[in-house]
């Protein structure tokens, strides 16, 4: 079993950085995949960036260049996400799976103002 706990999210102006954290209670090399996802209003939930447990990185077009996903040695991923644009605006969600058991935070807003 495990639990996923966003935060780090907030209010930016466009152009800005932010950086989320993605803290698992238990060891994040237990996933072999984590990923990253973000749900804005009245859209469907959109898979942005993926880290597998060796560190190998996948990003969705609309992102890629501007947020990196990466983990430490413990527990914790994380987003950098930067160059921010309004449309970044979202709920931002971690997951993961362990065997068939599929985890997800409870999410951490980002709003971007133009």
């Known amino acids: 079993q495990a639990q996923l706990v966003e935060s780090g999210g907030g209010l930016v102006q466009a152009g800005g950085s932010l950086r989320l954290s993605c803290e698992a209670s238990r060891s994040i090399f237990s996933f072999k995949v984590l990923a990253w996802h973000r749900q804005a209003p009245g859209k469907q939930r959109e898979l942005i960036a993926t880290?597998?447990?060796?560190?190998?990185t996948q990003y969705a077009d609309s992102v890629k260049g501007r947020f990196t996903i990466s983990k430490d040695n413990r527990n914790t991923a994380y987003l950098q996400m930067d160059s921010l644009k309004p449309e970044d605006t979202a709920v931002y969600y971690c997951?993961?799976?362990?065997?068939?058991?599929?985890?997800w935070g409870q999410g951490t807003q980002v709003t971007v103002s133009s």
């Open positions: 880290i597998t447990a060796g560190g190998s």
């Open positions: 997951n993961s799976f362990l065997g068939t058991i599929e985890y």
